[in-house]
């Protein structure tokens, strides 16, 4: 057994490996960590990349992936790229699921039948207060987009993201709860997370700031290099965060899980949930 | 927490100093070089172990070391480098004259008497030089030092020269309180 594969079997590493595709987004979200928008540069990771750190991350013990962004799904090339990935490793992708015309669900057909989910943001149970942190008809084009998600087989969770200075009473939980449900996702595919002030969160002063061992280590690869989590390489006023840089080196993945594993090691397990950030 | 700025690159503060540069940075400023190679951390985290072993306190003692690095950084023209060891060869115990002539505002032949001092200052220019280094300085060195000191020197040359062109090509400044030093010991 890898020494990977070992700290992730003894819980003092988590087993997902997260890559950033690109940072640029057909939104520009008031909490974004990374201070995505149409305008943003790119910094995609290629396909072939992509590819080959699924590959390096089983063979060195990890256990799942994630694709984050920015918004994945601005990359035409994605859903192919998904369901290789998830041929690979289970595999789960964050999308803002506005970009889900029919011809693309179509295309993302072949991840029903494999260890795949799509995870969406959805904030609240009101169009108001969720369009108010994301955008004008956010609400209506997800609420739209996750029934026929999961029409076409898909797994779909929903991450809501909620601000901790003005948090969802029971009555509004209870709402968004039953939304979901009525929208095909099972509570056990629903997380809520609070924003972090990191990038655009920070410079709208929204949000808990998190300490070290709030963030899971969890192995995020970048076009900048590896990070400690997929809350790690932010972006604010333009300068991508370091300070959760593990290392600039991501090939071989055996460099920054080396690097990683060091860090972590000593930390004793479950420490890194205390905020509930997932 | 800042470190010094006006370098060729950004270097980088305590705030933003990745995961395995912040032990470096624990006790404050940890200098240029390690704010600017912090931005590649697994580089700074193998550099800084090989140059303390190389540069720090070993087997030849700190006076024949300083000697080795100020007349490698100068003959170099590395004036980061050069301002440092002036001070850290001070604090070895060098006298003023004998910075000055390392430094090569002297001639070496006046100030450095001792037989071995001048074959390690040769086997410096030897090394620090361009092209093939000549089997006569190195025997010259090997007859008045054991053979792993031969090495250590060789090794400690080629350390400094790399630091020297790193400091030189970067341009990183001379700490504020390095620059207070050389004043104090009118070698600015």
């Known amino acids: ?278 | 927490m800042t470190v010094a700025s006006a370098a060729g690159v950004p270097l980088v503060d305590g705030d933003q100093a990745p995961l395995l540069a912040r032990p470096y940075y624990a006790s404050g400023d940890p200098g240029p070089i390690v704010a600017a190679l912090a931005h590649v951390p697994e580089i700074l985290d193998a550099a800084m172990p090989f140059i303390s072993v190389i540069l720090g306190p070993s087997s030849i003692v700190v006076r024949r070391k300083e000697l080795v690095i100020l007349r490698t950084s100068a003959r170099l023209g590395c004036r980061f480098c050069v301002n440092a060891h002036t001070v850290v060869a001070a604090d070895a115990g060098l006298s003023r004259e004998e910075l000055r002539a390392l430094r090569g505002e002297a001639p070496l032949e006046d100030v450095f008497v001792d037989t071995t001092e001048r074959a390690i200052l040769r086997w410096v220019d030897a090394v620090a030089g361009a092209g093939p280094v000549a089997s006569t300085e190195r025997d010259a060195l090997g007859s008045h030092l054991p053979t792993h000191e031969v090495v250590e020197l060789t090794m400690l040359i080629g350390a400094t020269m790399m630091l020297n062109r790193f400091c030189t090509a970067l341009e990183l400044p001379t700490a504020s309180a390095t620059a207070g030093r050389l004043d104090e010991l009118d070698l600015r």
Not at chain 1, 47 to 62: S, T
Not at chain 1, 152 to 167: E, F, M, N, Q, Y
Not at chain 1, 193 to 212: E, F, H, K, M, Q
Not at chain 1, 235 to 251: A, I, S, Y
Request: proline share 9%.
């Open chain 1, 1 to 278: 057994m890898s020494a990977v594969a070992e700290a992730i079997a003894g819980g003092v590493l988590p087993g997902r490996v997260w890559m950033y595709s690109n940072y640029h987004c057909n939104l520009a979200c008031a909490y974004c960590l990374t201070e995505s928008s149409p305008h943003a540069e790119r910094r995609e990771l290629a396909a072939d990349r992509m590819r080959e750190i699924a590959v390096e991350a089983r063979a060195l013990g990890f256990t799942d992936l994630g694709v984050t962004g920015g918004e994945p799904f601005m990359l035409p090339w994605l859903p192919e790229t998904l369901a290789e990935l998830a041929d690979v490793l289970p595999l789960v992708v964050l999308s803002n699921a506005t970009l889900f015309p029919p011809a693309r669900i179509e295309r993302l057909a072949p991840l029903a039948a494999l260890p795949a989910a799509i995870q969406v943001s959805l904030d609240h149970a009101d169009p108001e207060p969720n369009d108010a942190l994301r955008a004008v008809h956010n609400f209506a084009t997800v609420v739209d987009a996750i029934p026929r998600l999961v029409e076409r087989g898909l797994r779909v969770r929903i991450a809501s993201t909620v601000d901790p200075d003005r948090p969802q009473s029971d009555e509004e939980r209870t709402r968004l709860c039953e939304l979901h449900r009525r929208l095909g996702v099972a509570d056990e595919d629903h997380v809520v997370r609070p924003i972090v002030r990191r990038g655009r969160a920070r410079t709208g002063g929204l949000g808990v700031d998190p300490l070290p061992g709030d963030l899971p280590a969890e192995l995020t690869i970048t076009c900048d290099g590896a990070f400690w989590s997929p809350f790690a390489p932010t972006v604010q006023g333009g300068r991508l965060d370091t300070d959760l840089l593990v290392t600039r080196t991501t090939q071989p993945l055996a460099t920054p899980a080396a690097a990683l594993l060091r860090l972590v090691q000593g930390r004793p397990p479950g420490s890194d949930a205390d905020l509930g950030i997932r």
